[in-house]
């Protein structure tokens, strides 16, 4: 454990209903004057960012758009928006969406004013200075990139996701208007969900957690266990959504300082691999990345108190793996990795990734690459 723990998070965060027109106020305040805003086509579509847009120019300020982020953005995404900013002389970056539009938009600010490519900055604390102001809207409960020092962004080349891990990509500003996600799908409002509760477990069980990280990612747990469902059942229940927008919030505060473990080191692959959605890729790996970390006794203590707040009869490792299988069948997660359409032919050159993703330094158990392998059988075989 390293002797000083640092504790990063956004400078300022809003919640609630009239938290983005807030957020516009703001942006005007601070003298800003073209703003870029990054999102994908799915959030142009339902007329979110039309919205917004509108409002920055009802405040009188002038907005490029780049709308074209995919999910699990890439290099090209990253370019692309990059040079719509130049054009527009942009001096602030507004996205909204979900993980993809905002790592997409911190890849952007990063690089505009440090130059180079997206690629130089993969890795810890790679860049020297901060990125453009960023105000990241969010529309999923979720990744908490609205508030985290990482960014995610696709090596297509590689077929694997490169880990950006900087300070200078930490947004300025985060809002969680749960008015936003209302109609969020069930899927998505199942796969983010389970995102976030993989967060807090990770960020529980990683070997860099603190007392800190440990209140956030406990607290995260009991807002999920009580709501999630209840939000994947009936989207537009208010205190449900509300409720998944602070889980999300703890779930980031937690794993943003105590970082995570193998079921994102595995995840990244998957989705760098075959294109898979972040959450679901999660959502499949966590029971059978802690069936195997609770081999080591201290871990299985914590996978033990998870149980307590997952409403767990058993307080135990096993009950918590159970539950977290019960959880992905209501949600309608898909059931293995074959159902995902990996293939174990890729097993080992996923392991491989893996154990150079950013991500497992702080899994409990520095796990040699035939356990890597195990893990993603069993994930398989389930
Ligand atoms: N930077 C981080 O800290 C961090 C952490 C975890 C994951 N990630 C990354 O985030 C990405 C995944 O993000 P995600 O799971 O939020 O999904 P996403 O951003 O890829 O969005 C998925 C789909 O949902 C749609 N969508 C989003 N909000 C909606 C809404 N309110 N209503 C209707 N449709 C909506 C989008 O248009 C898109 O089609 C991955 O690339 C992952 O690697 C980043
Ligand atoms: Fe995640």
Redesign the pocket.
């Known amino acids: 454990m390293p002797s000083v723990s640092g504790f990063y998070i956004p400078p300022v965060s809003l919640f609630g209903e009239g938290a983005i027109e807030e957020a516009a106020k703001q942006i005007r305040q601070a003298d800003f004057k073209n703003v870029l805003i990054v999102t ?4 142009a ?2 007329g ?1 960012s039309g919205t917004v847009s509108k409002t920055l120019e009802q405040l009188g300020l002038n907005v490029a758009v780049y709308d074209q982020t995919q ?3 890439n290099e090209k995404n990253v370019s692309d928006g990059l040079k719509v900013l130049r054009e527009h002389n942009s001096d602030v970056v507004v996205s909204i ?7 997409n938009a ?1 890849a952007i600010a990063l690089v505009a004013t440090n130059g180079g490519s997206i690629e130089d900055y993969e890795g810890v604390n790679k860049s020297k200075k901060n990125g453009l102001p960023l105000y990241a809207i969010n ?2 409960a ?4 609205e508030m ?1 020092r ?3 962004i ?1 090596n297509e080349a590689k077929r694997t ?1 490169m880990a950006i891990i900087d300070n200078h990509v930490t947004p300025s500003v985060a809002i969680n208007d749960p008015s ?2 209302y ?3 069930p899927s ?1 409002t199942a ?2 969900g389970l ?1 976030a509760l993989t ?1 807090c477990i990770e960020a529980y069980v990683s070997t860099a957690s603190n007392p800190i990280t440990d209140a956030c990612a406990l607290k995260g747990i009991d807002l999920i266990e009580e709501s999630l469902e209840k939000a994947f059942l009936n989207g537009s229940d208010k205190k449900a959504r509300t409720d998944m927008c602070y889980a999300e919030y703890l779930g ?1 505060m937690a ?2 300082n105590a970082s995570l473990g193998y079921v ?1 080191a595995l995840a ?1 692959q998957l ?1 760098g691999f075959y294109h898979l ?3 679901v890729c999660n959502a499949v790996l966590l029971p059978h990345v802690q069936y195997f970390n609770k081999a080591d006794e201290a871990t299985e203590r914590r996978l033990a108190e998870i149980a307590i707040h997952l409403g767990c009869k058993a307080h135990t490792a096993d009950a918590t793996i159970e539950k977290l299988l019960d959880m992905c069948k209501a949600l309608k997660i898909p059931r293995n990795l074959e159902e995902l359409g990996v293939k174990k032919a890729d097993f080992e050159a996923l392991a491989e990734h893996a154990m150079k993703d950013a991500c497992h330094a702080t899994n409990p158990i520095p796990f040699e690459k035939h356990e890597v392998v195990a893990i993603l059988q069993r994930a398989f075989d389930y």
Not at 40 to 43: L, N, Q, R
Not at 142 to 145: D, F, H, V
């Open positions: 994908d086509p799915g959030i579509k339902i979110l999910p699990n953005p969406g979900g993980g993809s539009a905002h790592d911190k529309t999923t979720g990744t908490a990139s985290t990482f960014t995610i696709t996701k936003t996600m109609g969020l799908p998505l796969a983010t995102d967060h980031g794993f943003n994102h990244h989705g959605p972040h959450g």
